[in-house]
C-alpha cells in the first residue's frame, strides 16, 4: 500500500513538473514597441496618406489639371500639417497641465482626508477582487509612501496617469507635422516623377493610386510591428480605410462635376 503511495504520488509530481514545464516552452507574446511618440506618428501618418489621396482623387475626378492637383496638394498637405502639428502640441500640453493639477488635488486629498481616501482605494481594490484584508494591507503599505498613494490614487481612481515630466509638448507636435509631410508627399510623387515621362493626367493618378496604397500597406505592417499585431491582417485594415475614403472623394467629385452640372 505504501509503495502503492508512494507510487502515485511521484506520478502527480511527475504530471505537475510535465504541465509547468509545458507552460515554460510556450511561446512568449510579442512585446510592443514602446515608442515614446508612435500614436503621433502613426495617426498623422495614416491621416496624411488618407487626406491627400483623397484630395487628388476629388480633383482627378473633376478633371483638374496636373498643375492644380500640385499646388493644391501641396498647400493642403502643409496647412493640414501644421494645424495638425499645433493641435498635437496643444492637446498633448493640456493633457499634461490637467494630470499636473490632478496631483495637486490628490496631494491634498491624501494629507487631509487621509482615512476616507484609504478607505475608497480599499473599496476600488476589493471591486477588482481582492478580499478585505489583501486589499487593506495593500493600502496600508502605500500609505508608508506618499508619493506612491497619490499616483496609485490618479492611476487606479481617477484613471489619470501621473504627470511626466520628461514629456515635451512640442517634440509630439512636431513630430506629428514631421509625420505629415512624410507619409502624406506618398501621393503627390507621382505627379512630380512622372511628370518628364508623360503628360497623361490618368497616368499620374494611377501612380499616385499606387504609392498611395503601398504607403498605405507599410504604415499598416509597421502599425502592426509597433503593436505586436499581425502584418496582414493591419495592413488590410490600414489599406481599405485609405480605399474608402478615396473612393468617396472620387464619387463626390465625379457627382458633382458630371451630374451636378458643375463646370469651370
Not at 511618440?37 to 482627378?60: E, N, Q, R, W
Not at 495637486?104 to 481616501?117: D, I, L, S, Y
Not at 502605500?142 to 511626466?164: C, H, N, W
Request: proline letters at 3%; aromatic letters at 8%; hydrophobic letters at 45%.
Amino acid at each position: 500500500m505504501a509503495e502503492a503511495a508512494g507510487g502515485d504520488t511521484t506520478r502527480l509530481l511527475r504530471s505537475e513538473g510535465g504541465e509547468a514545464e509545458n507552460q515554460k516552452i510556450s511561446k512568449r507574446p510579442k512585446e510592443p514597441w514602446r515608442g515614446e511618440y508612435v500614436k503621433s506618428i502613426v495617426y498623422a501618418g495614416l491621416d496624411a496618406i488618407v487626406t491627400c489621396f483623397s484630395l487628388i482623387s476629388s480633383m482627378s475626378a473633376g478633371h483638374l489639371s496636373s498643375v492644380d492637383v500640385l499646388v493644391l496638394g501641396f498647400a493642403n498637405l502643409v496647412a493640414d500639417g501644421i494645424s495638425m502639428g499645433f493641435g498635437d502640441f496643444v492637446s498633448s500640453g493640456t493633457e499634461k497641465d490637467a494630470a499636473v493639477m490632478e496631483r495637486v488635488v490628490t496631494e491634498w486629498e491624501v494629507a487631509n482626508q487621509g482615512g476616507p481616501q484609504k478607505t475608497q482605494l480599499i473599496r476600488h481594490y476589493q471591486a477588482l477582487g481582492m478580499d478585505l484584508h489583501d486589499a487593506t494591507t495593500v493600502v496600508n503599505i502605500f500609505s508608508k509612501y506618499r508619493d506612491i498613494l497619490v499616483d496609485e490614487k490618479m492611476t487606479a481612481q481617477k484613471g489619470m496617469l501621473p504627470p511626466d515630466e520628461a514629456e515635451k509638448p512640442w517634440k509630439s507636435g512636431l513630430v506629428t507635422f514631421a509625420s505629415f509631410l512624410v507619409f502624406g508627399s506618398a501621393p503627390l510623387l507621382s505627379f512630380i516623377v512622372l511628370t518628364p515621362f508623360t503628360h497623361s493626367d490618368t497616368v499620374k493618378f494611377v501612380g499616385a493610386s499606387v504609392l498611395s496604397a503601398l504607403a498605405l500597406v507599410l504604415l499598416g505592417i509597421a502599425k502592426a510591428r509597433i503593436a505586436g499585431q499581425n502584418y496582414a491582417v493591419s495592413a488590410v485594415v490600414t489599406f481599405f480605410n485609405g480605399a474608402i475614403a478615396a473612393a468617396a472623394a472620387y464619387s463626390i467629385g465625379w457627382t458633382l462635376r458630371n451630374v451636378a452640372g458643375l463646370q469651370d
